[in-house]
């Protein structure tokens, strides 16, 4: 494993709670966030303290949902914010056990309500997709509405001192008004009583993008008209729609690759 992902990784541990028929997931996200605030200050536009904040929240509160849900599924997260206008979007590799966010702050789309898109998948099943409004700034908050009303699981979010980051869900023989009247100072001690420890899973900061796959995802619109990709210069620099990172897409090499993509239609036709 190279050094950036060892750097940007967050170990998260699940408890039972018997007494209170809750689980609890916590994180310790410290080097993941240290890692995250490298990676937005090589963004074109630079992110400001709110965003930045949102952004970890996003971050944060998808990993610890994460860990929870099966290894091999994948979930990524909207969160289209009205006021101020700002969109940030997280994803969730199960099976790598990555995570990659990015916050949009120009050219956002002012909607009515605030709403938070949900969707994921698993390789062999069906993908889902949830819409909901939602109300306010705190994205932990913003999750704990997404578990309310479409997962119908009562679930509490909390940032713990640190970059520790805690959720706490009630099973169903759980007292409902036990979770809905948790605050914050009640978390670390749900952490000391939990007397089960269920597992442990590490999550990295990664995104695994490249100038080849963005080249790849260029020549599907530009394949057949590179000059107005690229008006005249011997290349470009783009960045990545997940994370953010510039890559720098090379004219003679997306002109090679295009070759190749026509070679290979033509066999696939002479095949057929």
């Known amino acids: 494993m190279n050094e950036s992902v060892e750097i940007g990784n967050a170990e998260i541990r699940r408890y039972l709670l018997r007494k209170k028929s809750a689980l609890i997931t916590v994180g310790d996200f410290d080097l993941m966030f240290q890692e995250l605030r490298r990676h937005t200050r090589r963004w074109d536009v630079p992110i400001d303290d709110l965003s930045y904040v949102m952004l970890r929240q996003a971050i944060g509160g998808s990993v610890l949902v994460a860990a929870g849900r099966p290894p091999d599924e994948s979930s990524a997260y909207t969160f289209n914010i009205t006021e101020p206008p700002i969109n940030v979007f997280c994803s969730v590799n199960g099976v790598r056990s ?134 005249g210069q011997a290349g470009i620099e783009v960045s990545c729609p997940r994370c953010g990172t510039g890559w720098f897409i090379d004219r003679a090499s997306f002109d090679r690759q295009w070759e190749k993509h026509l070679e290979a239609a033509d066999l696939d036709e002479f095949d057929g």
């Open 98 to 231: 990555t995570v990659v966010g990015r916050a949009f702050l120009e050219d956002v789309q002012a909607e009515e309500a605030s709403r938070l898109f949900v969707e994921s998948h698993r390789p062999r099943g069906d993908p889902t997709r949830s819409v909901l409004n939602v109300i306010g700034l705190d994205l932990l908050e913003i999750f704990e509405q997404y578990f309310v009303q479409s997962v119908q699981l009562p679930t509490r979010f909390f940032e713990l001192g640190g970059d520790e980051m805690i959720m706490i869900q009630s099973l169903p023989q759980s007292d409902p008004s036990w979770i809905l009247e948790l605050k914050r100072t009640d978390a670390p001690a749900c952490i000391e009583e939990a007397d089960e420890a269920i597992e442990s899973r590490t999550f990295a900061f990664a995104c695994g993008c490249t100038a080849e796959k963005l080249a790849d995802a260029l020549l599907r619109m530009w394949g057949h008209k590179p000059d107005d990709l690229f008006g």
